[in-house]
């Protein structure tokens, strides 16, 4: 299909009912429905099931529980340095670089801004002026939960209702601002190297986003919601680089966000290239 007419399309597709019904099929577990759906979805994809932990796609309960499925232990290796930041998820990178004047690149002839994509919050956005950022695409194919790519102290979680447009590249070519668009929840932990943002970005047909710390993030209102873990929380939410942060059922983008002269990203790394989870994507300079 023509880029344009998919993007056009989108603007016309009631997205969030779309969704709201591809979540109730994912969460179907009659036998012969969730077993056609996942061993089509495994066949069309080309999904390798010999690293995941349950390789027998009837054992899953549901096709969210294939989809968000654990790999076998020593599937992904996370990267000896721990002065490398390790990559938090499988997928392709989109866009990665420095943001400049507030702005972060999407695609050819796009970009959006920093404090909209943080949900207007100046504040929380001049923490990343002048810093870097990396766009992760995940594919359907790919494993999909996210971790951490640096040991980090949870200050505050923020959902960010939006638009459901798709995050591939023929989107991000077509539709302006689509990652500042987009429903979102951004996580800002606290790290060594200062400030680090996790943005889980929602798409066509993604049912729901998750974290290790507050399960699924569906607040009964569509407005912009703010907990500040580290006002709230009893004892301090720790995770280590490498640990799971969260998970997306169906597949959708993660941005991470780094302060000025925090991180630089590996000459080898660049738009277009393939990751998998825990390997190097940047070095980390001395701790601030």
Known sequence: MNPKLFATLQHLTPQHTLSRIAGYVAECRWGWLKNTFIKTFISHYQ???SQALEENPEAYQHFNDFFTRELKPGARTIAEDPLQLACPADGAISQLGDIEYGRI????GHDYSL???????????DEFINGSFATIYLSPKDYHR????????LRSMT??????????????????SLFARNERVVAIFDTAQGPMAMILVGAMIVAS??????????PIKRKVKRINYDEQARQP???KRGEEMGRFKLGSTVILLHPKDSI????????????????????????Q
């Open 115 to 125: 404090t909209e994509l943080l949900g207007g919050d100046t504040q929380q956005s």
């Open 105 to 108: 690149f999407q695609a050819k």
């Open 159 to 176: 959902y960010i209702p939006g638009q459901l447009f798709s995050v591939n590249q023929a989107t991000a070519e077509n539709i302006p």
């Open 264 to 287: 630089h990203w590996l000459d080898s790394m660049r738009a277009g290239n393939s990751v998998r989870m825990g390997e190097a994507i940047a070095s980390c300079t001395d701790s």
């Open 47 to 49: 999904v390798d099931m």
């Open 146 to 153: 996210v971790h951490m790519p640096i040991d980090g102290r």
């Open 237 to 239: 939410i720790e995770l």
């Open 209 to 218: 986003i998750e974290t290790v710390w507050a399960g699924l993030v569906a």
